[in-house]
């Protein structure tokens, strides 16, 4: 799974499927408070696509910077956030400090997320006639 293109981009499909073996947990054994994201809610899209926009990459982000751009979210709300995420394996901490880093598949997992609604579930609602 070495093979990536810009931004961590998988260069060939075959690279996504080895991401539930690699990293992903199941359902399963997630603890039970614990709840899983939705990539076509809008409020874990604009998650995403922040996280997504790459300004995090080097320096890391912390709760304050998420808040900064998730403007109706509480520090309390951000901070579940955050926990949601290294929970589901897609954030990490970095040692003693209260900086987060997206992990490898943390970055596969977003990126074909928003691919899936950009290049399938938009232009399929597109399409469709209006009521």
Partial sequence: MKETGKLGC??????FSNVRRDGCRGVAQLPPQ???FRFFDDDDQALFEILARGEFNISGMRNKDLRENLH???CSQVSR???RLRVHG???RAGSSYKYYLTRIGRLVL???????ELFL???LASQPAL
């Fill in 111 to 117: 990126l074909a997320g928003l691919k899936l609604r």
């Fill in 122 to 124: 938009v232009p399929q």
């Fill in 10 to 15: 998988p260069a060939s499909p075959a690279a």
């Fill in 72 to 74: 109706d979210k509480t």
């Fill in 34 to 36: 614990v709840v899983e």
């Fill in 90 to 92: 897609l954030l990490k």
């Fill in 81 to 83: 956030i955050l926990k």
